[in-house]
């Protein structure tokens, strides 16, 4: 699971996939080189790796793939880097152009707003994103609330304090989730 986290920078903060999900990737991508290595030099042929082939191109994705969110305090610009290594798209907004961030919950598989999370059809979801206005929005994340942990809520603010932008969230944190005695752990 690729995870996002914030870290700050002297020139505000920034929104990115955890440098452990780089390190795992690039630790695997590694040790599958290391085992190709080692079975060429004994004379196994590539084709019957296929297999280990495939799974290490995915690790190298995984090593270089970036989905970045800069917020620029000094030069009140936002910039997004979406791609893998040097191969990436680059967009900028304006401070001005942003009219708040938000956090918007719903529940996945219905329209209704009234609709409650089941464990198998329908999950809670939340969605992180940029309102630009006039029904322009840029999504950030969108993940499981449960998957979340309430980490994507915390960075919200973090970036909204940090930046000084506005914050809308449809509801307060745990006030209208059901939990029972089963969610709980002990």
Known sequence: MVRHTTYIKPYGIQYRVTNMFHGISGF???FLI???VLNIT???SLLSMTHILILLLLTLAGTFYRDTWVFDKQEQRIT???GFGPL???EQFAFSEVHQLELNHFVRGTTDKDAKPTKRRFRA????SLNLGEDEKRDIEIIAEKTSGGRTESAVQAI???TGLPLFVDRPRDLDLNVSYKDMKW
């Open 28 to 30: 695997f991508s590694l």
């Open 88 to 90: 990436c798209k680059r």
């Open 34 to 36: 290391w085992g190709i």
């Open 80 to 82: 997004s880097i979406y």
């Open 160 to 162: 909204s304090a940090v």
């Open 42 to 44: 004994e004379g196994v």
């Open 125 to 128: 979801m939340l969605v992180f």
